[in-house]
RNA sequence: GCCUUUUUAGCUCAGUUGGUAGAGCAGCUCAUUCGUAAUGAGCAGGUCGCGGGUUCGAAUCCCGUGAAAGGCUCCA
């Protein structure tokens, strides 16, 4: 008999070779057909696979992410069959799972296939699963790992295979197909009741641009059609938040194709949102002891061969800029430090002077690979919120820290709950790829890890992530459909200072070099508002919106009354205008309900009479009849309000 | 940069097997002067991303190229 301690602490007693799926047999069977996946002692372990000594155990259902984990990784297998049934002699390299779904990169040969091709695919998934097909495991030598997979001719297998530990390696068949694969696994495949392909990608084998591109499917199953469909129903949802296509609709900003790809038109009400953000980021900052500065778009190319970048991304950048005077080059600006520490040396500094926090929204140009622009996420030509601070190496951390209290404060005006935080650090294995000493570098990655803690961040720490020059610790937020953005940024860099020879004189009238901390809280004007339309769905907060609200006549009329209304409400600096198309009420109504107007101010005989406003708020309806004085008490206070 | 897909009016989209373009909305004009999510009528608007080719004839087929989308790689 061996002992099986459960989350909840309590024990029970099983025989030897009992299997979890076994154990949740024992307490309910409606529990055993929950079940989807167990772990033992803290690892993933298949439901039927013998448990051999006293353990701890956990068992998953669909709503851990373990359970999904298992559920989309068996249903990578499922589709791997499938394909080898539909396309005979396809070569296959991985198939995890992922975040929502899987994928398996698969190499077709000469053959192609297309989205079309998908439907038939996940037929034949749907038709597998039904054979109610069981995962077996088995453990297997190096040697027979790799006969077995040459004789089918899977040299990517064999790669892995390679890279393996003998004795550590396992095979796991369900049906016709065998992968090589540590597991775990699904019991069988007919809990797999609901399947879709969503898309096809290339992808490098191995993730290196060197290697041949395999063809990548995405796809997502569920154990009932009903959650597929809530699945599909969300992913519509979202795209309906995308800030390219709220962007255009909202008349926030557009591109044109003869200014060309990835530099942003900002249109008029774009600009009036992007100059609200940066007033208020202004304001903040200049309460923390930010100075301001200004520095021009461009800048020798000797400035870049002293910090450094020029022979990291010169090649891959913009190229110089020739001026008639032979030999004269000069450079887009990619960043604003190396402008900021020139304005450092224009004069000697002392302790005393410590830290100066030189700030600017600085616009800069990077030539990003074209297959990498993505609406306002990812442009090339872009205005970050930048800041250099300069400080003595016993201020870092309170600066770092006083960083990332304006990062949070931004955060929590505008109602960003989910973000996290990564601490980027070198990759120990690889420190080739970055300057500075050993030292500087220990002595930042610690203070990094020190300031994040003294402000309670739950951080993740990313290896192989931080800046050439330095670590970072980065304020990571999710667009509408998952994916990644990093906005706010801070970053240590002990190799500007030295590069630029930058000084300060000490107490002991001896010279010192100071730190210099990047920063950036919205990490650029673009990608951070391209984040807030689609969290906010284009329904920006009162006081950055903007247009607050739009003044309805009723017919042409109340065109006068509404002007003074207008008059009114923008003497009270309230951004108001007025819509007196000769349309009527109704679509005037919808039009600007659709535009996300705050406030709709509907005039007529009544208002005008009574010296009042109707208001409709936007998404809430008609809320009646109030003086202009008190809607004007109404709006501010709300706007306060948002600003606790 | 690489893989896959897309590209038709300001916007959203039709366009059957190749026979030189069509709708709704927006715009303009006129009528209407309206009480909380689309008033009606009329007019105008396109070298079908761009450049070649095949063909009697190309939005449609082929080649090249730009841009966009989903990924991969990259991201100071």
Known sequence: ?????????????????????????????RLAADVLAASVNNIVYDLDRKITEDSSIKLYKWDDEEAKKTFWHSSSHLMAEALEILYPGIKFGIGPSIEVGFYYDVDFGERQISEADLKNVENKMLELAREKQTFTRKDISKVEALNFFDKKGDEYKCELINDLEDGSITLYTNGLFTDLCRGPHLRDT??????????????????????????????????????????????????????????????????????????????????????????????VQKSYGYLPVITPHIGQKELYVTSGHYAKYGKDSFQPIHTPQEGEEFLLKPMNCPHHCEIYRNKPHSYKDLPLRYAEFGTVYRYEQSGELHGLTRVRGFTQDDAHIFCRPDQLKEEFCKVIDIVLYIFKTLDFKEYTAQISLRDPEDKEKYIGTDENWQKAEQAIIEASQEKGLKTTIELGEAAFYGPKLDFMVKD????????????????LPERFDLEYVGADDKKYRPVMIHRAPFGSMERFIAVLIEHTGGKFPLWLTPDQAVILPLSEKYNDF????????????????IDDRNETIGKKIRENEMKRIPFLLIVGEKEEASNSVSVRRQGVGDEGMVSIEKFVENINKEINEQFK
């Open 1 to 29: 008999m061996i002992k099986i301690t459960f989350p909840d602490g309590s024990i029970k007693e099983y025989e030897q070779g009992i299997t979890a799926y076994e154990i949740a047999q024992s307490i309910s069977p």
């Open 190 to 283: 007919s809990v797999i009741k609901a399947v879709k392909l969503t898309s096809i990608a290339g992808a490098y084998w191995r993730g290196n641009e060197n290697n041949k591109m395999l063809t990548r499917i995405y796809g997502v199953t569920y154990p009932k059609k009903s959650m597929l469909d809530e699945y599909l129903v969300f992913l519509e949802e979202a795209k309906k938040r995308d800030h390219r296509k709220l962007g255009k609709e909202l008349e926030l900003f557009t591109f044109s194709q003869r200014v060309g790809p990835g530099l942003p038109l900002w249109l008029p009400r774009g600009a009036v949102l992007r100059e609200r953000l940066e007033m208020f980021l202004k304001k």
């Open 480 to 495: 509408a459909i998952g994916r990644k953005w990093q906005l706010g940024t801070i970053q240590v860099d002990y190799n």
């Open 562 to 577: 509404a002007k003074k209304v207008g008059e009114l409400l923008n003497n009270y600096d309230i951004r108001a205008s």
